[in-house]
């Protein structure tokens, strides 16, 4: 038996807060309920986030939904979109606006996804 004291690992399951953004020369943490939407163009997705910041990473929506996985009110909307759920502010005919970044920003959305969203709210509890 040697001197050394045995160690005791507890295994708890801890709900991440934040995502790290590799960017170049080092990497980012965000915290998940400071996104307001997410916008996918080709192999690039930009970040909006509160206080009219925004970061443009060199990944595809796809992959930004993957990395997304853990937070069920980061829900992606469309070829283009994430949308949080927790920071839309109002959803009228054709677009929803989101508080928490500086502008009141608003994004144009088809009838079919505005649905998807509303049926999102109605499920996702706060």
């Known amino acids: ?5 045995k160690r005791l690992y ?4 801890i709900e991440p807060k934040k995502i790290r953004f590799n960017l170049q020369g080092g990497f980012e943490l965000i915290s998940a309920s400071d996104i307001c939407f ?4 080709g192999n690039y997705t930009t970040i909006y986030l509160k206080g009219d910041k925004k970061i443009v990473m060199t990944k595809k ?6 990395k997304f ?10 070829k ?8 839309i502010l109002k959803v009228d005919e054709s677009s929803v606006s989101f508080c928490g ?25 706060y």
């Open 10 to 13: 507890l295994s708890l399951e």
């Open 101 to 125: 970044y500086d502008k009141l920003t608003r994004i144009e959305l088809s009838q079919i996804y505005l649905k998807r969203i509303k049926e999102q709210m109605l499920w996702y509890s």
């Open 69 to 78: 996985a853990p937070f069920p009110f980061l829900v992606r909307v469309g």
């Open 80 to 87: 283009s979109f994430i949308v949080n759920l927790e920071n």
């Open 61 to 66: 929506i796809k992959e930004m939904n993957l």
């Open 38 to 41: 997410c916008k996918g163009d």
């Open 1 to 5: 038996m040697s001197g050394r004291p």
